[in-house]
T-cell receptor, first 117, second 114 residues
Framework: DAGVIQSPRHEVTEMGQEVTLRCKPI?????LFWYRQTMMRGLELLIY????????DSGMPEDRFSAKMPNASFSTLKIQPSEPRDSAVYFC???????????????FGPGTRLTVT | QQQVKQSPQSLIVQKGGISIINCAYE??????FPWYQQFPGKGPALLIA?????SEKKEGRFTISFNKSAKQFSLHIMDSQPGDSATYFC?????????????FGIGTKLQVIP
């Protein structure tokens, strides 16, 4: 099992540029989450997909952020235009359809460290 | 609004000692309390979890103590080892329209020194 795969692992871009982060969830998992991690705010949920449909996007900071899940094995998080305050580590996580507590565990990818200069 | 408050933010423990991390929550609707462990350059990974109807759960050297009336829970790491050095996140989750919406604490960076 390859686990959750994210790319790129590191991204450095200039303010105003478009940034696209990619995620491949664990095969068979039907829930996908995007998180942002910063020193000041910790881990924050940005958006949650279930069966490829966005269910909860209340954590998306503003219209510059958008996320898509065109199929069960791929999701993107796009920031356009990027700003220095977007610098953070972005994690993708997925969870399955196990019974009871088995469905609660989220498996995190290695993260993408984004630096906007 | 910080729904899950975690302390301390950093902790240094001698090898063989006990590491204790504390968390408090406000929302009594939370129904699942996991702890995640994160090593540098990696994503968080589930370490141990507890439901609010249980006061204690132990897995190896890791124990969660849960006080429902005080709305507090803590992680105890017995016989702490240098390999336990990592950031630990407490969390609380609630069923939110068919999925478990997880709120994380700010994290505790643990360093176990030989």
């Amino acid at each position: 099992d390859a686990g959750v795969i994210q790319s790129p692992r590191h991204e450095v871009t200039e303010m105003g540029q478009e940034v696209t982060l990619r995620c491949k969830p664990i095969s068979g998992h039907n829930s996908l989450f995007w998180y942002r991690q910063t020193m000041m705010r910790g881990l924050e949920l940005l958006i949650y997909f279930n069966n490829n449909v966005p269910i909860d996007d209340s954590g998306m900071p503003e219209d510059r952020f958008s996320a898509k899940m065109p199929n069960a094995s791929f999701s993107t998080l796009k920031i356009q235009p990027s700003e220095p305050r977007d610098s953070a580590v972005y994690f993708c996580a997925s969870s399955g359809q196990g019974k009871g507590l088995l469905s609660y565990e989220q498996y995190f990818g290695p993260g993408t460290r984004l630096t906007v200069t | 609004q910080q729904q899950v408050k975690q302390s301390p933010q950093s902790l240094i423990v001698q090898k063989g000692g006990i590491s204790i991390i504390n968390c408090a929550y406000e929302n009594t609707a939370f129904d699942y309390f996991p702890w995640y462990q994160q090593f540098p350059g990696k994503g968080p990974a589930l370490l141990i979890a507890i439901r609010p109807d249980v006061s204690e759960k132990k897995e190896g050297r890791f124990t969660i103590s849960f006080n429902k009336s005080a709305k507090q829970f803590s992680l105890h790491i017995m016989d702490s080892q240098p390999g336990d050095s990592a950031t630990y996140f407490c969390a609380a989750s609630i069923d939110s329209g068919g999925y478990q919406k997880v709120t994380f604490g700010i994290g505790t960076k643990l360093q176990v020194i030989p």
